[in-house]
């Protein structure tokens, strides 16, 4: 809490100095300590991270991003999107395409087309892929074209006031349909077996330490850059009033805001962004293809947020961290019990933590004062939120 | 006499098959305080969604002049943010106020000023602004509780917030709804001085069941009687309560 004179909530102090120090000592260690440690440790010592966890961290990171825009349509505008996976993998897609060409003749076949397409026969590369040689422009179609996608949805949408859970059963089905749509052969995008085998980009190998250093150092700069935007969004006019929208959308609609287009910025904003981290997340797993794009990834990208914390920045970030750790450590010590554990995960944050895992400090902090003022050790206590 | 500043002639609303408004007119006279009664289900709130592009009429038209020079604007084509930018400013019957913001976010949002989302996502308060605010919260009383949630007010005091965001928008027409309810009989007269004290800056609609503060409010002003969607009859306060046709309505139903 500060002081009361610095409430006025609309033109805060965009960090204290304390903020300014918890934000700037994880991304520093994380974007160059560990990425130093990783390079110039020999590689037997225990301080040193290993080339997998950095890569690990690399792709949680971009999940982080991911996490950030449900989170901002969900927490902060009242837009529970179950389609946020669809853009994540849209530039993914985006970027792949750019990767694919870069294989060049180090295909299968030989050939400067890319596998799928020889393998179906294709004579020349179509006309649309010539520009994805260029990798500003692969970057930018990584944010353009999900953006492009959520403008016109949204436009749709938010026009004709579709709220609530009809809005998350059209981005379902929406995300959905994409998923038929890429798993087709004949749509042109590699089908089920999607984009992968990539060799180069920029012309760095990616299978080399290096590069994959890189991808990891540019995830986390990605995450750190997205959180700031986001923290300034949120922390504007803007930011109140995507909130108000979320909590009365009509009186905010009767103070004169065209609601529609403040949703509709947010909305394509953040399709944008989870684009672009989505062009970061191909390169790091290798592997592009329809699966990403399934209404259960958009799901898990929502569990992310309620078991972190929603509506507030840091509880998407370390939910999206937090899961899937657990993924990784569950889907090899027990694959077939994942989606129990991740079910069971969501319907415990929702009834015993509903502020997420940021909410955690505060309830134990309230737990020992308990504690103390009983003066006494409890029993065990069943109904005690475990730590 | 003046240009109206609202009118409203021949309107007719119809919801299916229930005729909530009826052939309805309506003139509202710039600085006038209007007091509108009748009894439940007598098309109140549907006019005030008409007036504010809620609803659209089925028939007839509804017009606004800000001057007499200015030519009338045809509110029926318009949707709710622009009627509102027109300055036609509406409070709801349950106090809609943003329960997770301070008071004085709740001001700050609803002072008048570029509305779009560039503008927003740029917006810093002037000087000129903040003592507009400050000036805001001493109107309705919420001095000390302007760093307070909105949520955490009581009932009154969510009326009065509201009220103020309304002012803070500086509309020319206010148009209220109940703002009494839930009130104890102090604050409900304080409104009624608030209000009063508004007549002749702003031309005021205000839509009451309390006939108490009806008759405080109505001061030698006009109060119209809604009956069925239709007015039943426009007058002072004393010669409405004294109407045959109006004690027949409240009193005994089903005599008309």
């Known amino acids: 809490m500060s002081a009361p004179a610095s409430l006025s909530a609309v033109e805060p102090r965009f960090f204290t100095r304390t903020q300014w120090a918890a934000f700037l000592v994880p991304t520093l260690l994380l974007a160059l300590v560990l990425p130093l440690l990783n390079a110039f440790l020999p590689a037997d010592s225990f301080l040193r991270p290993s080339d997998f966890t950095l890569n690990l961290y690399g792709k949680y990171a971009t999940y982080a991003v991911l996490a950030l825009g449900v989170d901002l349509l969900w927490g902060y505008l009242g837009i529970l999107s179950l389609g946020q996976a669809l853009f994540f993998a849209l530039g993914g897609y985006a970027f792949g395409m750019h990767l694919l060409l870069m294989i060049g003749k180090d295909g299968q076949y030989k050939s400067d087309l890319p596998d799928y397409m020889v393998f179906l026969g294709y004579k020349a590369l179509p006309a649309h892929w010539e520009p994805f040689y260029s990798f500003p422009f692969a970057t930018a179609a990584a944010l353009i074209v999900p953006g492009l996608l959520a403008f016109v949805f949204g436009w749709l949408a938010f026009r004709s006031r579709i709220k609530g859970v009809y809005l998350s059963i059209l981005t379902q089905a929406l995300t959905y349909a994409a998923a038929l749509l890429f798993f087709r052969n004949d749509f042109g995008f590699g089908g089920n077996n999607g984009f992968t085998d990539f060799k180069r980009i920029l012309g760095a190998d990616l299978s080399s330490p290096d590069t994959r250093r890189w991808l990891y150092v540019a995830s986390v700069v990605l995450l750190a850059g997205v959180f700031l935007l986001y923290r300034w969004l949120t922390r504007a006019k803007f930011?109140?009033?995507?909130?108000?929208?979320?909590?009365?959308?009509?009186?905010?609609?009767?103070?004169?805001?065209?609601?529609?287009?403040?949703?509709?910025?947010?909305?394509?904003?953040?399709?944008?962004?989870?684009?672009?981290?989505?062009?970061l997340y191909v390169p790091q797993v290798g592997i592009i293809n329809p699966s990403e794009m399934t209404p259960e990834k958009s799901i898990e990208a929502v569990v992310w947020v309620a078991v972190g914390g929603r509506g507030t920045l840091l509880g998407p970030i370390l939910g999206a961290i937090f899961v899937n750790a657990l993924?990784?450590?569950?889907?090899?010590?027990?694959?077939?019990?994942?989606?129990?554990?991740?079910?069971?995960?969501?319907?415990?944050?929702?009834?015993?933590?509903?502020?997420?895992?940021?909410?955690?400090?505060a309830k134990l902090r309230a737990f020992v004062a308990r504690l103390r003022r009983s003066g006494d050790v409890p029993v065990a206590d069943a109904s005690k939120p475990s730590a | 006499m003046a240009h109206p500043i609202l009118q409203a002639e021949d309107v007719s609303k119809t919801y299916d098959g229930?005729?909530?408004?009826?052939?309805?007119?309506?003139?509202?006279?710039?600085?006038?305080?209007?007091?509108?009664?009748g009894p439940n289900g007598a098309g109140k709130s549907t006019f005030f969604d008409l007036l504010t592009g809620r609803a659209q009429p089925d028939t007839g038209s509804i017009k606004y002049a800000d001057s007499d020079a200015a030519p009338a604007i045809d509110l029926t084509e318009l949707n709710e943010y622009e009627i509102q930018r027109l300055g036609i400013g509406r409070k709801f019957q349950t106090p809609s106020v943003f329960a997770e913001h301070s008071v004085h976010t709740n001001l700050v949002l609803s002072l008048k000023g570029p509305r779009g989302v560039f503008a927003s996502l740029f917006h810093r308060l002037d000087s000129?602004?903040?003592?507009?605010?400050?000036?805001?919260?001493?109107?309705?009383?919420?001095?000390?509780?302007?760093?307070?949630?909105?949520?955490?007010?009581?009932?009154?005091?969510?009326?009065?917030?509201e009220i103020g965001m309304l002012l803070a928008s500086e509309p020319r027409v206010l148009l209220v709804d109940e703002p009494a309810a839930g009130m104890t009989d102090e604050e409900t007269h304080r409104t009624g001085e608030l209000l009063l004290s508004l007549r002749g800056k702003h031309s005021i609609v205000v839509v009451e069941h309390d006939m108490?503060?009806?008759?405080?409010?109505?001061?030698?002003?006009?109060?119209?009687?809604?009956?069925?969607?239709?007015?039943?009859?426009?007058?002072?306060?004393?010669?409405v309560q004294s109407n045959p046709q109006v004690r027949a309505v409240y009193l005994g139903r089903g005599k008309h």
């Open chain 2, 18 to 37: 229930f005729r909530a408004i009826n052939a309805l007119n309506f003139y509202l006279f710039p600085g006038e305080l209007r007091t509108v009664i």
């Open chain 2, 212 to 239: 108490t503060f009806v008759k405080q409010i109505s001061d030698g002003g006009q109060v119209t009687v809604l009956h069925q969607g239709t007015v039943l009859c426009e007058g002072k306060f004393d010669e």
């Open chain 1, 327 to 361: 993924k990784s450590w569950a889907t090899r010590a027990a694959p077939e019990l994942w989606l129990y554990i991740l079910g069971g995960l969501f319907v415990g944050v929702v009834l015993l933590l509903p502020g997420g895992l940021v909410s955690l400090p």
């Open chain 2, 128 to 161: 000129t602004q903040r003592d507009r605010l400050d000036a805001l919260l001493k109107l309705v009383r919420l001095e000390d509780k302007r760093h307070w949630k909105a949520g955490l007010l009581s009932h009154g005091e969510k009326q009065w917030l």
């Open chain 1, 239 to 279: 930011g109140h009033l995507m909130q108000a929208i979320r909590d009365g959308e009509n009186r905010v609609l009767f103070s004169g805001y065209a609601t529609a287009r403040y949703k509709l910025f947010v909305f394509v904003l953040v399709a944008a962004i989870t684009g672009l981290a989505g062009a």
